[in-house]
């Protein structure tokens, strides 16, 4: 008797309490709400997908292991992180493996070393540095299951001829390790611009090395996967004879059925450049705008001249110089993020977070005793699931995204859109919290949404400590992307914690969100 109403009342409150249960605030959130608004910007979003958006490919989301160390990122901390990114994309992630170390290379295929260091005081980080590879060193392909490579033909050779049997034993060794079908691209040469005499010599060895490569491989006479130039950062100016236009007038068309990418290579500061601060170089749209300039010619040429050949940065990175905080904390994410959605918005197709164990941009630092402490997850890691996040994985509508110019330097906005449908608005804060003292905010406010919006959610990319945020495994000041994080120490790469967004209420075609100084969100409209 007793026990029968004990279990009816239980029954009787299992309803009711369901009514009562609060939804666990969400911690950025929560940051977000004590920042104070300073200024209010105002994005009007258009009805339909104007008619400027740049195509924006599956695959953008892109990295690349500077070719000689492909060994050291061959393991299961490096294959965790790459699956992370993977598995937010809608189609296999390409990793380029490629760079200065990716011509200065030979093999032999009885040596035991997958990699030899030899004949040079450089050993084995500089930039002269040359290596020889054993046949163990294409086993590191291996390792990332279902993605597919950019990977290089080896061309720089005293001779000044193109070494057939080098290209040769690269290119077949790839095949050999992964098939045909995961090679998605073959980069002829790398920054050729500094041991090519010139542009026809260049042609000429990109001639050759197609001619050996598509015979090896048999490729069929539509299969288009070659990627030229990798202009250095620092020389691309579009007017010399290795611009992009340069090259294609002195010979290049010839095999245009066969050529796939240009790529070139983007530092935001390198070379002579001034150094500046994180505010001046990094955290600044127009600091991105500026430089971004050199590089439209070639994208420009390519567009009207050779629509079927997309235009890549192959090699791209916040700095070459500065201190470790300047190249790789969050300044340098949030630099990466609006760097990369403004090339997206600009017809670039693809951008590659290059590294190579001795260079502090990195995304991470594979394993330890390497030039770099590690391993370590960077701070730029977390610019690439928030790109793909912004870029989607549906295959629903074509995905085309276009720059909002807020008229300042610290506030950056861009719309993707699906079709004809707008979907999500990434909206990056670029001032510069240093991580003590109150931290400020703008807020933007979002119109034009169509009636059938009747919701968003508010992804962000934040950290407690600002600009002095590394990282949990570099300084202990965690970044998180949606609520989420990217740690050696704590699980491998493997990612972990839950997904968290905030809910912002739509009315009467608005909504608005509060955004705090070196932060961005992305606003996922009904999603
Ligand atoms: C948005 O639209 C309103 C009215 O339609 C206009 O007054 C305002 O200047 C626009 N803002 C921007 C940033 O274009
Ligand atoms: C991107 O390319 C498309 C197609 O060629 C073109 O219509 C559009 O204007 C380009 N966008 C930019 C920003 O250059
Ligand atoms: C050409 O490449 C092969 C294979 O890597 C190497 O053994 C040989 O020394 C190279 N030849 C020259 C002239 O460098
Ligand atoms: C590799 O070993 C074989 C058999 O000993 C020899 O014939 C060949 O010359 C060697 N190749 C190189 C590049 O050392
Ligand atoms: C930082 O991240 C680590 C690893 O996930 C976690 O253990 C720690 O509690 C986080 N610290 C803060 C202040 O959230
Ligand atoms: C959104 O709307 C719902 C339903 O009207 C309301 O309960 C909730 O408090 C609103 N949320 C915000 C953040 O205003």
């Not at 201190?323 to 693809?350: C, E, H, I, P």
């Not at 934040?462 to 600009?467: V, Y």
Request: net charge positive; charged share 20%.
């Amino acid at each position: 008797m007793m026990q029968k109403k004990f279990l009816s009342l239980i029954v009787a409150a299992l309803p009711g309490a369901a009514r009562f249960q609060h939804p666990i605030p969400v911690p950025d959130e929560v940051a977000a709400q004590s920042a104070s608004v300073t200024a209010t910007h105002t994005i009007n979003l258009s009805a339909s997908r104007p008619s400027d958006a740049s195509a924006v490919p599956a695959d953008f989301v892109s990295v690349g292991f500077e070719s000689a160390f492909l060994p050291s990122y061959a393991n299961d901390f490096s294959a965790n992180l790459v699956a992370s990114l993977q598995k937010r994309m809608g189609v296999p992630i390409v990793i380029r493996v490629g760079g200065t170390s990716g011509d200065r290379l030979s093999i032999n295929p009885n040596q035991t070393e997958d990699t030899k260091c030899v004949g040079s005081n450089q050993c084995p980080d500089g930039s002269a540095a040359t290596f020889i590879l054993g046949p163990g060193y294409f086993d590191g392909f291996k390792k990332f299951s279902g993605a597919k490579f950019s990977i290089q033909a080896p061309i720089d050779d005293k001779s000044l001829a193109v070494n057939a049997t080098n290209v040769r034993l690269y290119v077949n060794g790839v095949e050999k390790a992964v098939g045909k079908e995961r090679i998605g691209t073959i980069q002829v040469g790398n920054e050729v611009q500094l041991y090519e005499p010139n542009a026809k010599a260049y042609v000429k060895d990109v001639k050759e090395a197609i001619r050996d490569v598509v015979k090896d491989l048999g490729l069929g006479d539509a299969d288009r996967r070659f990627q030229v130039l990798d202009t250095a950062s620092g020389v691309v100016k579009g007017g010399n004879q290795f611009g992009v236009k340069g090259i294609f007038t002195a010979g290049l068309q010839d095999v245009k059925g066969r050529i796939k990418y240009v790529g070139e290579h983007y530092y935001q500061v390198s070379g002579n450049m001034p150094t500046g601060t994180i505010q001046s170089s990094l955290l600044n749209h127009n600091a991105i705008t500026t430089r971004f300039k050199s590089y439209t010619p070639s994208i420009t040429y390519l567009r009207n001249n050779f629509p079927a050949i997309s235009y890549v940065f192959s090699e791209t990175g916040s700095a070459l110089k500065g201190s470790t905080k300047f190249q790789s904390y969050f300044g340098a994410a949030l630099w990466s993020v609006d760097f990369q959605l403004y090339a997206m918005s600009k017809n670039v197709s693809r951008v590659s977070g290059t590294q190579r164990p001795v260079a502090k941009h990195s995304l991470w630092i594979p394993r330890a005793r390497l030039s770099e402490p590690g391993p370590q997850v960077r701070a730029p890691f977390y610019a690439q699931p928030f790109v793909a996040g912004f870029i989607g994985k549906s295959a629903a509508g074509k995905r085309g995204v276009v720059n909002i110019d807020l008229r300042t330097p610290f506030v950056s906005a861009y719309a993707m859109f699906e079709g004809e449908v707008v979907k999500r608005v990434a909206i990056i804060g670029l001032r510069e919290y240093t991580g003590s003292g109150q931290r400020n905010a703008v807020q933007v406010k979002l119109k034009g949404l169509s009636d059938s919006v009747r919701s968003a959610r508010i992804g962000r990319l934040h950290a407690n400590a600002g600009t002095d945020a590394g990282g949990f495994d570099v300084n202990g000041k965690n970044i998180t992307w949606q609520g989420q994080q990217w740690s050696y120490k704590v699980d491998q790469g493997k990612g972990h914690g839950e997904m968290t967004r905030g809910s912002v209420n739509v009315t009467e075609g608005e909504l608005t969100v509060r955004l705090p100084d070196s932060e961005a969100v992305i606003v996922y409209l009904n999603d």
